[in-house]
């Protein structure tokens, strides 16, 4: 029996299986049979993920009770992964962009830990939510990521859906697993990364500080990833730009920007929280710091979503406005730039 178990990535809460029957196998019903094959997980999750669509054998989807035979190469995409630690809810005011019987799309507010992990364990969107959704059985299963399919930083802010049941739960999860959904993000960088570009590079945890990561150029190490970029507005010194994600790997586009040279405004695990362009003058140098104090993190904000709603099927767009921090540096920086011509 072959297995792969593809690790969960920032933005992914899924996790990918690859299961091979072996050759002297007997006819069993796949959700018994995966049930026996995949730890912490339930027959009623499996099912689930039956009827949304997530279990191929063979390349095709298949019901819960389809017969495994021998040889039959099994792919199963699970919504988020087994409980880890008691998670309580908490009444924490939601800023909430829309909301129906299936999901609800919440614009996350920088600072706010998505779900609770080591040091992180109230305060957390999950906390909120597990309160906000107290009477919905899904927010009531002691998962440790209930709803969730992705995730943005603690310190980006901007838009995340989330799913108020076991089907949309299983839907959206392929639809990030397969790179459907749409997503845009507004950034602040250093230097002018030019008009538009792409920056492909495999991402993996440094070397040198697992908590942050990196970009393995060889391809033998790390995740593909892929980031679009096009330029909003040259500010002199910094840029505004829009970043599109082809894939969701953790800390994509600030890994990524600042590969290219070009960090994230005030970044401080990559690079950006320097004064990386500009003069020496000290009059600069008292402007930058009162950006920094302005924004004193990445300046990162999810600014656009899409999916197809896990029911009706339609396309669903949701956009967010810039936060008060971000706009005010960028106010900031675009006087700054009408000053010097």
């Given at each position: 029996m072959d297995k792969e178990n593809d690790h969960i990535d920032s933005e992914e809460l899924f996790e990918h299986y690859r299961i091979e029957a072996d050759a002297g196998q007997k006819a069993l019903r796949i959700d018994k049979f995966l049930v026996n094959r995949i730890d912490n997980t339930s027959r009623t999750r499996i099912?689930?993920?039956?009827?949304?669509?997530?279990?191929?054998?063979?390349?095709?989807?298949?019901?819960?009770n389809y017969k495994v035979k021998p040889?039959?190469?099994?792919?199963?995409?699970?919504?988020h992964p087994p409980r880890e630690t008691e998670i309580l809810p908490e009444d924490i005011p939601l800023d909430i962009s829309y909301e129906d019987e299936s999901l609800l799309i919440v614009n996350k507010e920088?600072?706010?830990?998505?779900?609770?992990?080591?040091g992180n364990y109230t305060g957390t969107l999950v906390n909120a939510l597990m309160y906000h959704l107290r009477d919905i059985p899904l927010f009531k299963s002691g998962e440790q990521r209930p709803g969730l399919v992705h995730r943005i930083d603690k310190n980006t802010s901007g838009l995340l859906v989330?799913?108020?049941?076991e089907l949309a739960l299983n839907n959206l999860a392929r639809q990030f697993y397969e790179h459907s959904t749409g997503r845009k993000y507004t950034a602040i960088v250093w230097g002018n990364p030019g008009e538009k570009g792409t920056v492909m590079g495999n991402i993996g945890r440094s070397l040198r500080n697992r908590t942050l990561m990196q970009v393995y150029e060889d391809?033998?190490?790390?995740?593909p990833a892929i980031t679009h970029y096009r330029l909003i507005q040259d500010l002199s010194y910094v840029s505004l730009v829009e970043c599109e994600l082809e894939t969701g790997r953790?800390?994509?586009?600030?890994?990524?920007?600042?590969?290219?040279?070009?960090?994230?405004?005030?970044?401080?695990?990559?690079?950006?929280?320097?004064i990386l362009r500009g003069t020496t003058f000290t009059k600069y140098q008292q402007f930058i710091r009162n950006c920094f104090n302005i924004l004193p993190r990445q300046a990162l904000h999810a600014r656009y979503l899409s999916?197809?709603?896990?029911?009706?099927?339609?396309?669903?767009?949701?956009?967010?406005?810039l936060p008060d921090d971000m706009s005010r540096v960028i106010e900031k920086w675009r006087k700054y730039t009408a000053g010097r011509d």
């Open positions: 099912q689930n993920a039956a009827l949304a669509g997530n279990i191929l054998v063979n390349n095709s989807p298949v019901k819960p040889g039959d190469v099994i792919q199963i995409v699970l919504a920088a600072g706010m830990v998505v779900h609770p992990g080591t989330i799913a108020k049941n391809g033998h190490e790390g995740k953790t800390h994509q586009i600030r890994v990524h920007m600042s590969y290219i040279k070009h960090p994230l405004f005030n970044d401080p695990d990559y690079g950006g929280d320097k999916f197809n709603h896990p029911v009706s099927g339609l396309r669903m767009e949701f956009e967010s406005e």
